[in-house]
Each structure stands twice: as structure tokens, then as C-alpha cells.
């Protein structure tokens, strides 16, 4: 059974960080990329980050580049998330998800979904 759990949500104040954790289980882990998207009250899901289990490779969305930070341990079938000087635009639920042997911010290549984690930043 493929699992993706995504955790580490909560509330921040603006300015501060937060570290999301994806534990994935129930396939090939190496042969795919994971990728985290957010999805705010109204809006449409965006692509945020995502890294390539076999090469390393990343993407940032440009709303946050310089501020998240995608790493990943392939020993423990996890991605992280590291998020930074974070902003009230940032609120949203948090979902990762896998794609194979492609690192992209578009869900349009995602096989797999986790549930998501609440993200929510006070001014």
C-alpha cells in the first residue's frame, strides 16, 4: 500500500519556521521525485518544492524561493521541508505527493498523494 504521511503543520507566527516531514512507504522511493503543494481557502493547489530521490535535483516555486528548503533522506524514505521567514500568504494546507523520475511543480505528473498538513501563519 503506498502511504505518503506529511506532518509537522501548526501555527507560526509571520517571521518564523516551520519544518514539514514526508514519510513515504510503498514504492520504489529511489525511482521517484517528491513534491510538496499548498492549497489556501479559494485558491488554486501550487506546486511549492520538489526533489529528485535519484539525482538530488530541486525546485522551488518563485513565491518561495530563498525561504523553503527541500531536502531529502532516502535512508528513511522522507522529505523535509524547511520553511522560513515565513508569510501570512504562506497559510494553506500542505500536501506532498510522487512522481516518477520527474522533479516539477506541476500535479499533472503526480502518481501518489498524501493527506495534508495545516499551515497556518498569524500577522
Known amino acids: 500500500e503506498v502511504q505518503l504521511q506529511a506532518s509537522g503543520g501548526g501555527l507560526v507566527q509571520a517571521g518564523g519556521s516551520l519544518r514539514l516531514s514526508c514519510a513515504a512507504s510503498?514504492?520504489?522511493?529511489?525511482?521517484?521525485?517528491i513534491g510538496w503543494f499548498r492549497q489556501a481557502p479559494g485558491k488554486e493547489r501550487e506546486g511549492v518544492s520538489c526533489?529528485?530521490?535519484?539525482?538530488?535535483?530541486?525546485y522551488y516555486a518563485d513565491s518561495v524561493k530563498g525561504r523553503f528548503t527541500i531536502s531529502s533522506d532516502n535512508a528513511k524514505n522522507t522529505v523535509y521541508l524547511q520553511m522560513n521567514s515565513l508569510k501570512p500568504e504562506d497559510t494553506a494546507v500542505y500536501v506532498c505527493?510522487?512522481?516518477?523520475?520527474?522533479?516539477?511543480?506541476?500535479?499533472?505528473?503526480?502518481?501518489?498523494w498524501g493527506q495534508g498538513t495545516l499551515v497556518t501563519v498569524s500577522s
Open positions: 505527493a510522487a512522481a516518477y523520475d520527474v522533479c516539477t511543480g506541476s500535479e499533472d505528473y503526480y502518481d501518489y
Open positions: 510503498g514504492f520504489s522511493f529511489d525511482d521517484y521525485a
Open positions: 526533489i529528485s530521490s535519484s539525482d538530488g535535483s530541486t
